[in-house]
């Protein structure tokens, strides 16, 4: 007698990509992986060596994240946005992503009447994946005005049943950069949390970089991590801060959970969110990343331009690649993305991966060193019009 099967976990996005390396790596450049959003240039020197003296090493970490590290945190928000909290009201997360995988649950633990997730349509996928983990619906807001989930999408039901509203500016994959307050608004009028994602608020191009804890913490949790600020994706460091009854109801939920920021890892990112020079420093590299993979990318017909904020390119699918995909029973996305892999061995990252409504796009994160992106970009201007004709037929893989 066959088992009754319960959650199936679907494939991981970036799975479905490995035959697409394949491909690149046996390009002339070799593979120049612009899918992942991992940082590829270095930490700050110092940030590592604190790694190896903080004499952290035998005991427990503190699972809301030591003094230093939730002062060195909320000194951070004062210094760069202007926000006045109290360490009291920070703590340590092991990276974000964990944290947006596991909020809908744990709300939902405090909440069990409620079971709806709501957030952007087009999004980092964790949000949806994280409703579907604490056995919740996800809807999907479409972008308003500014490219903020449009509020007026939500019914009345759905706001009731609300556990969580996510938000993220700059967004992931677009790029577009929004006024956070109406959310905040908009949560604290429903009784709704309002979680606002702000990995990528150091790289905006336009406009200072912005926190929705300036319009105040009441009912709202701000998301921050090292791992893209500064490329300290592998020691998975990050903290939330915000509304002083959310955060120790998580701090308390997470503490029993056994969730902790290694020892050693705390006392590196006191070390990093003290310094911003190196931010400068990164800022500067993504920006002149963008600007000449966007100037590249027009050369040979696609229309790719500077985003608000972020380091990816949000990259319409052309003509010809919508084409090609309808004839042969694919999504555009994946011709392009192999045409791009044959000619010159960059590596994207179809728009499904990121909801339906980017099934018409790719994404391009400007990760690599500038070496390495140069020859990738070189040799896809020599391919000119024929990357058009690179793929030479049908792909299972793809489907």
């Excluded at 996005?13 to 790596?25: K, S, T």
């Excluded at 949790?221 to 009854?245: C, M, Q, T």
């Excluded at 969730?259 to 070390?271: E, K, T």
């Excluded at 099934?359 to 990760?367: C, H, L, Q, T």
Aim: aromatic share 8%.
């Amino acid at each position: 007698m066959t088992a009754p099967v319960g959650f199936t976990p679907p494939p991981y996005p970036y799975e479905r990509l490995r035959w697409l390396a394949d491909v690149a790596a046996a390009s002339p450049g070799g593979l120049v992986d612009l899918s992942v959003g991992t940082p590829g240039d270095p930490p700050p020197p110092e940030v590592v060596e604190a790694l190896s003296r903080s004499g952290a090493e035998r005991g427990y970490p503190s699972s809301v994240g030591s003094p230093a590290y939730r002062r060195a945190a909320a000194d951070y928000l004062g210094r760069r946005f202007g926000v006045g909290i109290e360490p009291e009201h920070v703590a340590a997360c092991v990276g974000t992503k964990e944290l947006v995988a596991s909020t809908a649950w744990y709300l939902r633990l405090r909440r069990p009447e409620r079971d709806t997730v709501l957030g952007p349509a087009l999004a980092y996928p964790t949000y949806a994946m994280g409703a579907t983990l604490a056995g919740c619906r996800y809807v999907g807001l479409p972008p308003g005005p500014g490219g903020a989930p449009e509020l007026a999408a939500v019914s009345d039901d759905d706001a009731r049943r609300a556990v969580v509203l996510w938000a993220n500016s700059p967004a992931n994959p677009s790029g577009a950069v929004f006024d956070l307050e109406p959310l905040a608004a908009w949560g604290r009028s429903h009784g709704v949390p309002v979680c606002s994602d702000e990995c990528y608020a150091e790289f905006t191009w336009k406009g200072a970089p912005a926190s929705m804890l300036q319009h105040g913490a009441q009912g709202v949790l701000a998301l921050h991590s090292l791992s893209k600020r500064s490329n300290l994706a592998g020691v998975r460091a990050g903290f939330y801060a915000g509304d002083p009854e959310l955060t120790a109801y998580l701090a308390s939920v997470r503490t029993h959970a056994g969730l902790m920021v290694p020892g050693p890892v705390q006392g590196a990112a006191v070390a990093a969110l003290a310094d911003d020079a190196h931010v400068e420093l990164q800022r500067r590299r993504y920006l002149g990343r963008l600007e000449h993979t966007a100037a590249a990318f027009q050369a040979v017909g696609l229309d790719a331009t500077v985003p608000d904020g972020g380091f990816y390119l949000w990259v319409p699918v052309p003509v010809w690649a919508d084409a090609q995909g309808g004839a042969e029973g694919r999504h555009g996305a994946w011709v392009l993305a192999e045409a791009m892999a044959r000619c010159a061995g960059i590596l994207v990252s179809p728009g499904e991966f990121y909801g339906p409504p980017g099934a018409g796009f790719v994404r391009v994160a400007v990760v690599v060193p500038d070496e390495r992106l140069d020859r990738a970009l070189e040799l896809l201007v020599q391919a000119g019009d024929g990357l058009a004709g690179a793929v030479p037929g049908r792909r299972e893989a793809a489907r």
